[in-house]
């Protein structure tokens, strides 16, 4: 089979919103949309949240989040887009990613800080030692009262408790009723200047190997996944977003 020829071409995006006819999905390296944009023209882009989203444990929303745990100081050289937030959904034309985008909600919507604030409008210094005004970061860090199945919350978190650093949370509906409670971002609306022609691809930043491979074999065993392919770090993301794009049509001649 010559796949080359047998996948068909990207649709191209006009001014009546067009979706994506797969889910993208954040352990994707680079999600192909099959979508194509026309270079210079300015699109609006749709994220909505399907299967709720996850780096390995720690529960996150579209708009993604800001540096929190010590692993993920050290991992700063790794970045894939260093200046764009962990998870931001970020947007490139053509495959050879000469021009990646991070994407930024027309609503201004920043990145989470963690341990999110229960209440975003209570001042921060009157949360910040406070663990009742904060949602939990991670699955596992979630009380059984938090959702109307302890039982299977308790037998989730065990299950967690064997994962290995690069094991993505399975589809878990605890997990997703604990993600509900936390009101996290499930939609984030975008715009974009399109820098080329080209079909889109789509994927939230996360740290990518960096380490030359020939050095696994020399590394202890334990330490051996660390010294994976490219997206070795992106294997233990979980979730899935449904995507629409629209080219934005030109203003209306203004009546006189």
Not at 25 to 43: D, I, M, P, T
Not at 66 to 71: I, L
Not at 230 to 236: A, G, S
Request: glycine fraction near 4%; aromatic fraction near 10%.
């Amino acid at each position: 089979m010559n796949v080359a020829v047998d996948i068909p071409p990207a649709k191209p995006v006009g001014d009546n919103a067009l979706p994506a006819t797969e889910l993208f999905n954040v352990n994707q390296f680079c999600w192909a949309s099959r979508l194509a944009v026309e270079k210079g023209r300015k699109y609006r882009v749709w994220i909505d949240i399907d299967q709720r989203w996850f780096d390995r444990t720690i529960m996150t929303g579209v708009n993604g989040f800001q540096t929190y745990e010590d692993h993920h100081y050290l991992a700063l050289p790794t970045r894939r887009l260093f200046g764009a937030d962990w998870f931001r959904p970020v947007v490139r034309v053509g495959e050879k990613g000469l021009n990646d985008q991070p994407l930024q909600a027309m609503n201004v919507m920043s990145a989470d800080e963690l341990p999110r604030r229960i209440d975003p409008t209570l001042p921060e210094d009157n949360a910040q030692d406070e663990p009742k005004n904060r949602y939990p970061v991670r699955i596992e860090n979630a009380e059984e009262s938090s959702t109307d199945d302890a039982a299977k919350l308790t037998k989730l978190k065990a299950d967690i408790a064997k994962m290995g650093t690069f094991d993505a949370l399975p589809p878990d509906e605890s997990a997703r009723k604990v993600w509900d409670t936390q009101k996290l971002a499930d939609r984030m609306v975008a715009e974009f200047t399109a820098p080329d022609s080209g079909e889109l691809f789509f994927y939230v930043n996360d740290a990518v190997q960096i380490v030359p491979g020939f050095l696994r074999w020399l590394a202890p065993a334990k330490y051996a996944d660390y010294f994976g392919p490219d997206e070795q770090y992106y294997k233990n993301n979980s979730g899935t977003a449904r995507i629409t794009v629209q080219r934005l049509p030109a203003q209306p001649t203004p009546k006189q």
